[in-house]
């Protein structure tokens, strides 16, 4: 088993930063890839990014392109989502997720899964 719990969402203006932090406890943290997806109100979830167990290498949506980064901290068992340039359209329950599989963009393949946090972005 892997806990997840995510934190720093919150409100910002558009053009603005957050970081997005998701720590796991449970079983070994870099056995797993891991991803970010978000859903936002009456829409699915979808894929934002995802890293490598070993954090060299990464996959993101066309969405986050340019504006996001992912990265991981094996150490502190933690991993992060950097987003700038933060558009309404980005407004969503951001999650994270852990899975055997390598970059996946797809929920299903992903086997934990966090309780979300929420990030709203103003105009």
């Known amino acids: 088993q892997v806990q997840l719990v995510e934190s720093g969402g919150g409100l910002v203006q558009a053009g603005g930063s957050l970081r997005l932090s998701c720590a796991a406890s449970?079983?070994?943290?870099?056995?797993?890839?891991m991803g970010w997806f978000r859903q936002a109100p009456g829409k699915e979830r979808e894929f934002v990014a995802a890293?490598?167990?070993?954090?060299?290498?990464?996959n993101y949506a066309d969405s986050g392109k340019g504006r996001f980064t992912i990265s991981r901290d094996n150490a502190k068992n933690t991993v992060y989502l950097q987003m700038n340039s933060l558009k309404p359209e980005d407004t969503a329950v951001y999650y994270c997720?852990?899975?055997?599989?390598?970059?996946?963009?797809?929920?299903?393949?992903?086997?934990?899964w966090g309780q979300g946090t929420q990030v709203t972005v103003s105009s």
């Open positions: 449970g079983r070994t943290f870099s056995s797993y890839s």
């Open positions: 997720a852990a899975s055997t599989n390598f970059l996946s963009s797809n929920t299903w393949r992903y086997d934990y």
């Open positions: 890293i490598n167990r070993s954090g060299g290498s990464t």
